[in-house]
């Protein structure tokens, strides 16, 4: 299958070789694939620069967002959540009919609030938007002919892409949205990933839970010491 | 043990039936007993009116919030979210030096704000405090000499006194707070109801994540279908 990968983060990375790993076509679309090519420092997560990681994963092409976003049949959005909606807006038409996976947390970083524990980054971000609406909403109504799922968005994209890792797999992955065709194709994704246990939250507004959750996912990371993967299971 | 169950809803009953049971000296606070007696209608959450629970309940007695207050060791707060800090500021001096032990989510229903899925209770709230504050927090600051743990606040009441019931008791249950003392004290009890997994979330700003995990839960719970109970296991 073709699948766009929009984004060259840690997360976008992880999808990008599980996919091409499992034989598709995998196009991965940046701002300026030039500039991603020529940049030399490490991420601002400390993820070493695109252009070393490329080399190592022959057959994967960089595009631009738009070229990337026409040539997938099903895309992932891995655009850090501040830069999204407006991103995605860019290529509105590339993405038309399509199924657009998101999986970003909308943290903003403003300096003038106080963030009272540490994190890998330094700060604790808040959200925005935040509790009556969400990333995944913006996204779905920025974009009204195509079909948003979130998804992925309660863990690392490292164990999205291998939850056999934690706990030989018995955890829980969520998806939501509006279209019902949609999420059985991310659940087909996360099935092929290894996921046994994939729950259906309901439409696209059940992305304000998911992405509020990053505050428990981070706490809970912070508890059992950073490096610890984890996953969380709904035990009925 | 002398406990104080703050609050008369279908949490508070809960805790109150199962310390009971336990053998503890309960002692429930409201804000007026004799109004609180003196009602013939079921709660806003369709509880049965609390007099005619507390008749099928022996040896328990309603006391104003103060005078339970002060009679207890242990503190569990089962007043509502939106009118916690009053209520406990109230009783500063009678919570002054114990245990608190916070279990609420602070829910507004707000007319003016859409609410986009049905609840049992007819809308989707939004939070306030959330995101960079939360009601743990705040509690903390209105009672500085007070030790507030946050904790409970995951999943129903009602499985949270009967972990068992829930996937053979394999599921965890959180606590913050700035105490550690506090934290195995509430630890101890939560042992005591049947919990195996307590994962300490370290400090009380980690109630931003906990009572924000409450979109979640509710999302989970209409996907499940309602009168399905449910916890979370963190999967390491």
Known sequence: MKIAVLGTGGGAR??????????????????????????????????????????????????????????????????????????????EAELAGK????????????????????????????????????????????????????AFVTQEQATVVDPRAIGGGDHTMFVAGQDADAKRQVTDLLTSYGWTDVLDLGGIVA????EMYAHMHGAIGIALGFGTHFGIKVVR
Chains 1, 2 share one sequence.
């Not at 943290?107 to 990333?135: A, F, K, M, Q, R």
């Not at 992305?207 to 998911?210: E, K, Q, T, V």
Request: hydrophobic share 40%; with cysteine.
């Open 14 to 91: 992880a999808h990008i070789a599980k996919l091409a790993e499992h034989g598709h076509e995998v196009h991965v679309g940046t701002r300026d694939p030039q500039g991603t090519l020529a940049r030399t420092e490490p991420d601002m997560m400390g993820n070493p620069p695109f252009g070393q990681w490329l080399a190592g994963h022959p057959g994967i092409e960089l595009h631009t967002f738009a070229d990337a976003a026409a040539a997938g049949e099903l895309v992932i959005n891995g655009i850090d959540g501040h830069n999204a909606v407006a991103a995605l807006s860019a290529v």
């Open 99 to 150: 199924t657009l996976i998101d999986y970003a947390v909308p943290y903003i970083y403003d300096p003038d609030i106080e963030h009272p524990w540490p994190t890998p980054w330094g700060v604790n971000p808040v959200l925005d938007p935040c509790d009556s609406d969400s990333l995944g909403e913006q996204i779905q109504r920025a974009l009204p002919a195509t079909k948003v799922v979130k």
């Open 207 to 210: 992305s304000r839970g998911m």
